[in-house]
Structures are given as C-alpha cells and as structure tokens.
C-alpha cells in the first residue's frame, strides 16, 4: 500500500518537507507579499506544522500507541520513530493546496469569507480521516479508535489555537469599542462554532478513548528504507507554484504599496499611487486602504477626502465613500440591523459620541473633511444620509473646546449642523425633517 511505503522509505522526509514548502506558497501567492517578511511567508507553514505534528506525535503516537506495544518494544526510545512519523504527516500538505483557490476574485467579501471557512473545514475534516487511516495501517489498530486518538490530539490542539489567536484578538477589539466587519463576524461566528464543537467533540473523544481498549498490541513504525528522493514531481510542483507567484504577487506589492504611503500619511501619494491603476490591479484577497473597521480608519479616510481632486478616477471616489460607510458601520450597536431598519440619526450620533474615532481625529484632518463635504458635489448625498455622524463631530468639537476645533465649528455651521443649545437658520440641514433624511438618495 501507499501509505506503508511511505513510512518505510527514508525519501518521504524531504520530499514532505519539499511538499509542505509548496503548500506555503499556494497559501500565500495571492494573499500577502513575500517582501513583507520572507522568513514566515516561506517558512511560517513548515515551523507551525512542526509544532502541530510533534503534537500529534506526542499525543498519538508516544501517547496512546505506546501504551500499547509488545513488551519486545516497550523500552525502546520513541523518538527513534519521530522522523518516520513526521514523513508520513507532511506527505498530506498537497490537502492544503485547495487554499489556493482565489475565491475572493469572483465572490464579494462576506461569500468569500463563507468559502475560505468551507475550504477550511474540508481540509481539516480531510486530513483528520487522512491520518486516522495512516494510524490504522502504520500501527494496525481499528480505525474508530485510531480516528478517537487523531481527535483528542486535532480537538486540544483546535480550541488553544482559536481561542488565543482568532478570540482574543475579537475580544480585545469589542473591548475597545471597535466592531467587526461584516465578512470577520462570518468568521469569527463560524471559529466560535467550531469552538464550541472541537470541546465536545475532544470530551466525547477522550470518554470513548477511556472506555475503549485494543484487544491485541499496536504496531511499531517500522524502520526506513533508503529510497531515492523524486525530484521530478517536486520540480514540477516547484514551477507550477513560482509561476502561480509570479502572477499573484504584483497584485498584492500593489496593495502593500498603497498601505504603506497611508500608514506614512503620504495621502496625496498614497491616491495618485491608487489614481494609477484600476481596481482589477489590485489583490481582491486584501482590502485597499484606508481599512474601514480599524481605530485609524476615520483619520486616514478624512486625510484622503480633504486631498481628493477633479482628475482623481471615479472609482477612488467610490471606494472612500464606501470606507466612510464602514466606519459609521464600525460604530452601530453591537448586534447589527437589517438593511431596512438602520439606525437613527441619533444613535448613530450616541455611538459616535461613545467611541474611539472622534478622539483620535485631529481638527486639521476634521477640518479638510468637512470643507471636502460641504464643496465636492460628490459627496452631497454622503452627508444628507450621515447627518448623526456630522451632529456627533459638531458635539465632539463643542465639548473639546479649543480654538483648534473652532473652524471646524465654524465650517459645519455652513452645513447647517450647530450644538444643540444654537438655532438652526432656515433651510439648513439641521432643521431637515427625519424622514427626508432617511429618504436621501444612497450612493451606490
């Protein structure tokens, strides 16, 4: 069989690791750039499934295989058969080329977020029943308790990591005040299901591995055999793959690009850099910035706004305008509406007055914003539908009370929008019934 002489060949070792280096870029070529860290965009899969498969074999193998070995190989050394038992893991890495699939150029975010969770659990699903069956030939021992012990290992090992990577992260963030967008609570709903499953399943797992016992001994791995390493298939995997970078990579160097001149806060380069090319040149896997559900996303979108020009394309307008969308999105109560019951005007005001965005928005940046709203033709309906978000600026800059905040009162006054205690002059947007707000025309 395949799988026994894969155990036995001494050639499985290198070409796994050949193959888990592959998987590395199927993972990565259109996802993020290998110049922002080469070391973990090449190497991050190999050093994690390293830790993931001694703690399979420490678990598993050292674990409950031992426990059941004839007394001939009971005082041997277990770390003797850690090599042959590492070969046969990395040899599934080809399941993980499925994550290769660029689902995000024909899906929008919120579906391509639900496909990368199905691709997720189809491989982790795969190449759970994948090894159950290697345990089962390797060692031979059923298959149902060989998939049990693959489940208590792959259930641990599943609730730490989603726990203090995915959750904490989600945790520190509603903390702060901050919500998710729309795409990450599809997955961080689906990480907390399979949370929530991977504890039962593990509890279930570890009660049938006590009730359970072989009735005859395992099997120990047997020892290897030199074979010759197939360096065609591997070189062979090896152009399919650096050709598949060549294509994807100039798609993600053009978003990192962008990124980083607004991190710089280089925002009149950062837009002639975007100005530059359609959006189809960019990788649809990362969004372009500014993002729109981070606590620097309304200074960087106002800083863009303010330095926006008549040549700039239309498609650049559109996308600020749907950043501007996502941070008042970012503030909504925490269980999000439907569509067609959106938030007041004056929740959308409290939520503002009750975050972070305001704070960290400086007068300069506001002031740019709001001359941008109250001159570019463009973004008239953005601000006949965002009225709150203008009334908790006008408030947030009552409160601050500085001579830096005053021409920015002075400039929202010109809109119409004025601290409660004022009068509205007639006409102004201030005075502007509820419902000819709600009914404002949408862009798109």
């Known amino acids: 069989m395949a799988i026994q002489a894969v155990a036995r060949s001494r050639a499985a070792l290198p070409t796994a690791i050949g193959m ?26 190999l050093l994690f499934s390293l830790v993931s498969g001694t703690w399979l074999f420490l678990i598993v193998y ?30 599934t890495a080809p399941t993980g080329w499925i994550y290769a699939i660029p689902v995000e150029r024909f899906l929008d975010d919120i579906a391509s977020a639900r496909a990368n969770i199905t691709l997720l659990a189809i491989v982790s699903l795969w190449r759970v029943l994948l090894f159950a069956r290697i345990v089962q030939v390797v060692c031979v021992v059923k298959y ?20 203090f990577t995915s959750f904490g992260q989600a945790i520190g963030r509603s903390m702060g005040g901050l919500r998710n967008s729309p795409a990450e609570d599809v997955i961080l709903n689906a990480l907390g299901f399979s949370l929530v499953a991977a504890f039962w399943v593990g509890v279930v797992a570890i009660a049938v591995a006590c009730v359970w016992r072989l009735r005859a001994f395992s099997r120990r791995l047997e020892p290897r055999r030199p074979d010759p390493i197939p360096f065609q298939p591997l070189a062979a995997g090896f152009v399919f793959w650096t050709l598949a970078a060549l294509w994807g990579q100039p798609f993600v160097y053009r978003n990192v690009q962008a990124e980083r001149l607004v991190d710089d806060q280089r925002y009149r380069e950062a837009l002639d850099y975007l100005a530059g090319f359609a959006p189809s040149d960019f990788a649809p896997s990362r969004p372009l910035p500014p993002k729109g559900y981070e606590y620097d996303s309304l200074l960087h979108v106002a800083e863009l706004i303010a330095r926006v020009g008549e040549k700039d394309p239309e498609w650049l307008r559109d996308h600020l305008i749907r950043r501007l969308d996502e941070v008042v999105d970012s503030v909504r109560s925490r269980h999000r509406q439907p569509l067609e019951q959106s938030p007041s005007q004056e929740e959308i005001a409290e939520n503002f007055q009750q975050s972070y965005f305001l704070h960290r ?7 740019g914003l709001v001359d941008a709203l109250s001159t570019q033709a463009w973004l008239e309906p953005w601000t006949h539908r965002n009225h709150g978000f203008l009334k908790a600026m006008v408030n947030h800059a009552t409160e601050a009370a500085t001579t830096a905040w005053q021409p920015v009162l002075e400039s929202l006054a010109k809109l119409g929008i004025r601290p409660p205690d ?15 707000v709600d009914n404002a025309p949408r862009t798109p």
């Open 144 to 163: 149902g308790i060989a998939l049990t012990w693959v489940l208590i290992a792959a259930c641990i090992e599943a609730c730490l990591v989603l726990f």
């Open 422 to 436: 004022s009068v509205p002059e007639s006409g102004s947007l201030q005075s502007t019934p509820p419902q000819a």
């Open 361 to 367: 928005l400086q007068p300069k940046a506001a002031q």
């Open 20 to 45: 888990v280096l592959l998987t590395a870029v199927a993972r990565s070529y259109d996802q993020t750039w290998i110049g922002e860290n080469p070391f973990l965009w090449l190497l991050g899969p």
């Open 62 to 91: 050292a674990g409950f295989v031992r426990a059941h070995w004839g007394p001939d190989d009971q005082w041997g050394s277990v770390w003797r058969d850690w090599p042959t038992f590492m070969g046969i893991y990395w040899m």
